[in-house]
């Protein structure tokens, strides 16, 4: 398993994680569900991402039993919807996952969005407080720019801001112009997730509707020098970045094997260009 260094912490967190984005939300999913983030755990995916928003918590109860009896053994990172974001809103919140994933503590709690309801200082305070009561360990954001991480910084004092969770994939690239190098450069965790963005006829999963005939030749070209499928490609170069986590949801065993066996190579330079070549990253904009 690849391990990966936590912002500024000692912690050390498996490069691919478990997201549970769609989880929760089906009743007759939820068997099917248990059983592959139980299978991921068995095979060293020992982080999962979640959110009060998935499955209006049903994702959080869906992980809560799962982990149950291996929760030491979990790092565990859930998200505070923005509109939830006052600070008596995240406390209860917090509140309300803890029990539903049945544990005392959060490892890693982040801002879902920013919120056009509530300031940032009344955000983080609460983060703050959380950690100073011991019901979260780290605290993150999802989806701020440098600003905005700037400022919840600033707010939450002698708190590290540890991570921000931005989408991340080969179509879509905007973070790496701002996001990333700031993110480097004050030794917060990037957590990309959509890792396989919209890509039906590339990965077999939902995207990149825009991907071409020639995108996708490319990548079934690299894949078969890997004995590869074009999905492992596409996590692979993902994980170039040493900085970055990435949290690709896995709804069945068969999702987790190819996630897992995306870890055993790396991509050589040649293909790195090629992928920069046919998916550049100046089609995009910087975020805003």
Known sequence: MLYRRLGNTSERIPAIGQGTWKYGENKSNEKQEIEALRFGLENGLTLIDTAEEYGNGGAEKIVGQ?????????????????????????????????????TSQIDLYLQHWPSKQYEISETMGAMAELVNKGLVKYVGVSNFTPQLMKEAQHYLDSVPLISNQVVYHLNDRRMEKDVLPYCKENNITVMGYSPFGYAPKVFGMNGFP????????????????????????ALNWVLRQEQLITIPKALNMKH????LNALSW?????????LDDIFPISKYHPIN
């Open 210 to 233: 825009e991907v071409g005939t020639m995108e996708r030749d490319v990548l079934n070209s690299i894949a078969v020098k890997y004995n590869a499928s074009a999905y492992q490609v």
């Open 66 to 102: 799962a982990i149950q009896d291996v929760r030491k053994d979990v790092f565990l990172v859930t998200k505070v919807s923005a509109k939830n974001c006052s600070y008596k809103g995240v406390l209860r919140a917090a509140e309300a996952s803890l029990e539903r994933l049945m």
């Open 266 to 274: 790396n991509l050589d330079k040649d293909d790195l260009e090629q």
């Open 256 to 259: 987790i094997n190819d996630n």
